[in-house]
T-cell receptor, first 113, second 116 residues
Framework: GENVEQHPSTLSVQEGDSAVIKCTYS??????FPWYKQELGKRPQLIID?????GEKKDQRIAVTLNKTAKHFSLHITETQPEDSAVYFC????????????FGTGTSLTVIP | GAVVSQHPSRVICKSGTSVKIECRSL??????MFWYRQFPKKSLMLMAT?????????EQGVEKDKFLINHASLTLSTLTVTSAHPEDSSFYIC????????????FGPGTRLTVL
């Protein structure tokens, strides 16, 4: 089955700096890659996603890049703010042919004011 | 849109009792719902995939007789933890897809189960 690895497990940045979280996946059939943000005791919230026919997607301060050849995708947060502090999970899925999400192990991001 | 609710949000029970957790899609029909378990500071562990009108598909290592899943309608799936023990204490989260061909899963707020 699919195996998703996520790094780093913890990340601290100064407010205003950028944060980058990287994930790799093993199954080339995966074609849908969402990113979720989870605050303590809350539900995971979808923040951005990308499909395999696209190399990059941006939504304000958040962007995701995908390298299908290398089987890795990254989350980029620019101009970080304290409210960005949370745990971020990446996931990989085979989309229409299989609905299961394979989650990464999570990255705890702390933005220091 | 795409709101998923869960009830209860917290439950404390005695060892040996059963607990039922409900997951509802409020503004859409969900043919598929997923049940996850999450330990503190850990990732989401998929327990089972629940399809409306059919038996759930359990992940390896998840006891289907202990974690009973019922998906009786397009808006409701239930997880019953039977004969709960302290090691079953955890955060249980459900998610749902918005429809056929839709990739995204939307998560419920989770249920904190504590077994004494």
């Amino acid at each position: 089955g699919e195996n998703v690895e996520q790094h780093p497990s913890t990340l601290s940045v100064q407010e205003g700096d950028s944060a980058v979280i990287k994930c790799t996946y093993s199954d080339s059939a995966s074609n849908y890659f969402p990113w979720y943000k989870q605050e303590l005791g809350k539900r995971p919230q979808l923040i951005i996603d990308i499909r395999s026919n696209v190399g990059e997607k941006k939504d304000q301060r958040i962007a995701v890049t995908l390298n299908k050849t290398a089987k890795h995708f990254s989350l980029h947060i620019t101009e970080t703010q304290p409210e960005d502090s949370a745990v971020y999970f990446c996931a990989a899925s085979m989309g229409y042919t299989g609905n299961q999400f394979y989650f990464g192990t999570g990255t705890s991001l702390t933005v220091i004011p | 849109g795409a709101v998923v609710s869960q009830h209860p949000s917290r439950v404390i029970c005695k060892s040996g009792t059963s607990v039922k957790i409900e997951c509802r899609s409020l503004d859409f029909q969900a043919t598929t719902m997923f049940w996850y378990r999450q330990f503190p500071k850990k990732s989401l562990m998929l327990m089972a995939t629940s399809n409306e009108g059919s038996k759930a598909t359990y992940e390896q290592g998840v006891e289907k007789d202990k974690f009973l899943i019922n998906h009786a309608s397009l808006t409701l799936s239930t997880l019953t933890v039977t004969s709960a023990h302290p090691e079953d204490s955890s955060f249980y989260i459900c998610s749902a897809r918005t429809g056929q061909g839709a990739d995204t899963q939307y998560f419920g707020p989770g249920t904190r189960l504590t077994v004494l």
